[in-house]
C-alpha cells in the first residue's frame, strides 16, 4: 500500500519529537536526539528546543553551546546549523561534497586546490578568527596560489563567505555568551569526531527526517542526486511510494509513527520544512500555507505554528526586549487554536529563550 501525507507526518514526527529522558537539562542529548537545526536565526535552536522539550531552559542550552557539546556553523546548503559533534562531522562532509565543485568553479581554481585552500584556512583558524581575518587570510592565498581571475572572485562577496562556510569551522558569539543573538561572529576549526561518509550523510537524514526522497536528502544536504545515490548504496533501506509518485526511503529500524496533539509554537526554518524538498513538503503544511510562511524572494520564514502535527499558521514576538508581546495568527480554515493551549508553548518559549511574554493575541488570516 503506497504512503498517505499522514503517513510521512506520523512517521517524521516521532523522530523529530521524541522521548529523551532529562532533555530539559541535557541540551547536548536533546540537540544529538533530533540531528541538526537550521540556525542562521540563532534564537531557532532555543525555539526548537522549547517547542520539542517543554522545560529545557535558556541557560541549559547556552552552557551547551559555552561547553562545545552543541556546535553551531556554516554547513549544508551554506546555511548555518547547529547540531551535537558527531552530527556536525557528517554535516561538514555534506558540505564538502555538495560544495565542492561550485567553490572551485566560483573561485576559478581546481578541485585540489580547493581542498588545499579549506586545509588552508582550518590550519589558519586554529584560534578564534573573525570575519576579516579569514578574507584577508583568503585573499593572501588566492594572491600566491590563484590566477587574477580568482582574487578578484575572492574580493566579492560571495568569495569572502567561503572562507569560512565550507563546514571546517564552528563560530561562536564575539561579545560573549548570548547564544541567542545575531551579533557578530568569531570562528575557529572544528575538530571532528571521526571519518564521515555519504553513507553517514544519507543514514543521519533517514535517522532524524526521514522516510524521505532522494530529492529530499538532496535538497537538506546540498548534495546531487548522485551523490545521494553513492550514499544509499551502503545502506540497508527500503522504500514505498507516496502520493506524489515518489519512492520514499526509511531505514529497517525507524521508530513507530506518533500523533502529536496540541501547539507547538517552532522556530524559522524549522526542520518539519527545512528537512524536505520545498516541492514536496505536504506531510506538513498545504501548499497555499507554504506559500504565506516561505517568502521565495529572499528565502526567509515566518515561525510556524503547529496544531495537532500539521502547520497550519505562524506567529510572532518581535523585538530583542526581554518583555514582549506574541501574536499567534492561524490559517482560516484549519483548527483555531485555544487560549488554554497556547498556555504551556508560550511557557516553554519562555524558558527556553528566557523572555517573559506579556501578552497573547490569537487572530485569523485568510490564506
Given at each position: 500500500?503506497a504512503l498517505s501525507w499522514e503517513?510521512?507526518?506520523?512517521?517524521?514526527?516521532?523522530?523529530?519529537?521524541?522521548?529523551?529522558?532529562?532533555?530539559?537539562?541535557?541540551?547536548?542529548?536533546?540537540?544529538?536526539?533530533?540531528?541538526?537545526?537550521?540556525?542562521?536565526?540563532?534564537?531557532?535552536?532555543?525555539?526548537?528546543?522549547?517547542?520539542?522539550?517543554?522545560?529545557?531552559?535558556?541557560?541549559?542550552?547556552?552552557?551547551?553551546?559555552?561547553?562545545?557539546?552543541?556546535?553551531?556553523?556554516?554547513?549544508?546548503?551554506?546555511?548555518?546549523?547547529?547540531?551535537?559533534?558527531?552530527?556536525?562531522?557528517?554535516?561538514?562532509?555534506?558540505?564538502?561534497?555538495?560544495?565542492?565543485?561550485?567553490?572551485?568553479?566560483?573561485?576559478?581554481?581546481?578541485?585540489?586546490?580547493?581542498?588545499?585552500?579549506?586545509?588552508?584556512?582550518?590550519?589558519?583558524?586554529?584560534?578564534?578568527?573573525?570575519?576579516?581575518?579569514?578574507?584577508?587570510?583568503?585573499?593572501?592565498?588566492?594572491?600566491?596560489?590563484?590566477?587574477?581571475?580568482?582574487?578578484?572572485?575572492?574580493?566579492?562577496?560571495?568569495?569572502?563567505?567561503?572562507?569560512?562556510?565550507?563546514?571546517?569551522?564552528?563560530?561562536?558569539?564575539?561579545?560573549?555568551?548570548?547564544?541567542?543573538?545575531?551579533?557578530?561572529?568569531?570562528?575557529?576549526?572544528?575538530?571532528?569526531?571521526?571519518?564521515?561518509?555519504?553513507?553517514?550523510?544519507?543514514?543521519?537524514?533517514?535517522?532524524?527526517?526521514?522516510?524521505?526522497?532522494?530529492?529530499?536528502?538532496?535538497?537538506?544536504?546540498?548534495?546531487?542526486?548522485?551523490?545521494?545515490?553513492?550514499?544509499?548504496?551502503?545502506?540497508?533501506?527500503?522504500?514505498?511510494?507516496?502520493?506524489?509518485?515518489?519512492?520514499?526511503?526509511?531505514?529497517?529500524?525507524?521508530?513507530?509513527?506518533?500523533?502529536?496533539?496540541?501547539?507547538?509554537?517552532?522556530?524559522?526554518?524549522?526542520?518539519?520544512?527545512?528537512?524536505?524538498?520545498?516541492?514536496?513538503?505536504?506531510?506538513?503544511?498545504?501548499?497555499?500555507?507554504?506559500?504565506?510562511?516561505?517568502?521565495?524572494?529572499?528565502?526567509?520564514?515566518?515561525?510556524?505554528?503547529?496544531?495537532?502535527?500539521?502547520?497550519?499558521?505562524?506567529?510572532?514576538?518581535?523585538?530583542?526586549?526581554?518583555?514582549?508581546?506574541?501574536?499567534?495568527?492561524?490559517?482560516?480554515?484549519?483548527?483555531?487554536?485555544?487560549?488554554?493551549?497556547?498556555?504551556e508553548p508560550v511557557a516553554a518559549?519562555?524558558?527556553?529563550?528566557?523572555?517573559?511574554?506579556?501578552?497573547?493575541?490569537?487572530?485569523?488570516?485568510?490564506?
Open positions: 500500500m503517513d510521512l507526518a506520523g512517521a517524521s514526527l516521532a523522530r523529530q519529537f521524541p522521548d529523551v529522558p532529562d532533555a530539559a537539562t541535557d541540551a547536548a542529548a536533546a540537540v544529538h536526539a533530533i540531528g541538526d537545526m537550521q540556525t542562521q536565526t540563532a534564537r531557532s535552536a532555543f525555539i526548537g528546543l522549547g517547542a520539542r522539550f517543554p522545560g529545557i531552559t535558556h541557560e541549559a542550552i547556552s552552557t551547551a553551546y559555552a561547553a562545545g557539546t552543541v556546535v553551531r556553523g556554516s554547513t549544508i546548503r551554506g546555511t548555518v546549523h547547529t547540531a551535537s559533534p558527531a552530527h556536525y562531522t557528517v554535516l561538514a562532509e555534506a558540505t564538502r561534497v555538495g560544495q565542492h565543485r561550485r567553490w572551485a568553479r566560483m573561485l576559478a581554481i581546481s578541485d585540489d586546490e580547493i581542498a588545499d585552500l579549506w586545509a588552508s584556512v582550518e590550519e589558519f583558524a586554529r584560534e578564534w578568527r573573525t570575519p576579516e581575518e579569514l578574507r584577508e587570510h583568503l585573499l593572501g592565498w588566492l594572491a600566491q596560489h590563484g590566477s587574477s581571475r580568482s582574487r578578484g572572485a575572492g574580493d566579492t562577496a560571495p568569495g569572502r563567505y567561503l572562507a569560512f562556510a565550507h563546514g571546517g569551522l564552528v563560530r561562536r558569539p564575539a561579545s560573549g555568551d548570548r547564544w541567542e543573538g545575531q551579533g557578530r561572529p568569531l570562528y575557529r576549526t572544528f575538530e571532528r569526531t571521526g571519518p564521515a561518509t555519504l553513507a553517514d550523510v544519507v543514514r543521519l537524514h533517514l535517522s532524524v527526517h526521514g522516510p524521505s526522497s532522494r530529492q529530499d536528502v538532496a535538497w537538506w544536504s546540498g548534495m546531487s542526486l548522485g551523490s545521494v545515490d553513492d550514499g544509499l548504496a551502503g545502506l540497508d533501506v527500503r522504500g514505498e511510494e507516496a502520493p506524489d509518485g515518489r519512492t520514499y526511503l526509511d531505514l529497517p529500524s525507524a521508530p513507530a509513527a506518533r500523533d502529536l496533539p496540541g501547539v507547538r509554537l517552532l522556530p524559522e526554518f524549522d526542520a518539519l520544512l527545512c528537512g524536505y524538498d520545498p516541492k514536496a513538503r505536504d506531510r506538513f503544511v498545504a501548499p497555499a500555507h507554504h506559500r504565506r510562511l516561505w517568502n521565495e524572494s529572499n528565502g526567509m520564514l515566518l515561525p510556524p505554528l503547529l496544531v495537532d502535527g500539521r502547520i497550519s499558521g505562524f506567529w510572532r514576538a518581535p523585538g530583542t526586549a526581554r518583555r514582549r508581546p506574541l501574536e499567534v495568527v492561524w490559517f482560516a480554515r484549519t483548527r483555531r487554536p485555544s487560549t488554554a493551549e497556547i498556555e518559549l519562555e524558558a527556553a529563550l528566557g523572555i517573559t511574554v506579556t501578552e497573547v493575541t490569537i487572530s485569523r488570516e485568510q490564506v
